[in-house]
């Protein structure tokens, strides 16, 4: 690391692409902390004759700034694949992180959780909580409903990882790969340590009544 002393303050931008790094280097830093370890006041004594402070400042190619624009996901405007997911099933929610970190670099899939108050039957091809909570299903943009394996197997070709679920085009691979998710599918809610679907809906349909009378409500 060299210094340098100038009059006036100059910009300099290191010459190194952050799509070079993996995302764990490009952690940002507090201004504070990092400018008092890495950028030190003046010395008071260095003053020009008029009594102006010169800057002193560091100059490292290892010093840079991460792109704010790099981490952020892309807008589902043009999204060919929407995931219906269960967000509070928190192995559920491992895999979607895992698929919304990839598709910061497609935008390809739209993001809905069926728990939240924001889904919609009618702006989901007609299907109701208690059927998505059943099993995956996602829907292509031009409306096609896909679900079980090939709803997997669909979500990750859009994202460049087509070749997880590659195999399960073919049979009797596919039949296997479907009966295995309809198991987990059936008990999921009980190895995650959750109620039952029938007492899960039935929690929900006493809310949405509840919502309904005051007519002011979240689910």
Known sequence: MAFRVVSSP????????????PAYLTTKFPSS?????FLPNPNPSLLNQNGQKYSI??????????NKD?????SPENWKIKMLYDGECPLCMREVDMLRERNKSYGTIKFLDISSD????EENEGLDYETVMGRIHAILSDGTVVTDVEAF?????AVGLGWVYAITKYEPIATIADTVYGVW???????????????VLKARRKKEEMCK???ACKM
Do not use: C, F, H, M
């Not at 100059?10 to 790094?21: E, F, K, P, T």
């Open 153 to 157: 197997r669909r979500l990750y070709e």
């Open 33 to 37: 902390s990092y400018s008092s370890k």
């Open 10 to 21: 100059v910009v300099r931008r290191a010459n190194i692409s952050l799509l070079s790094l």
């Open 213 to 215: 009378d005051s007519k």
């Open 118 to 121: 924001e889904y919609r039957p």
């Open 57 to 66: 400042r560091a100059i490292s190619g290892t010093a840079v700034a991460p």
């Open 70 to 74: 790099i981490n952020e996901e892309k």
């Open 185 to 199: 599918a059936k008990y999921r809610l009980q190895v995650t340590g959750r109620p039952s679907l029938e007492e």
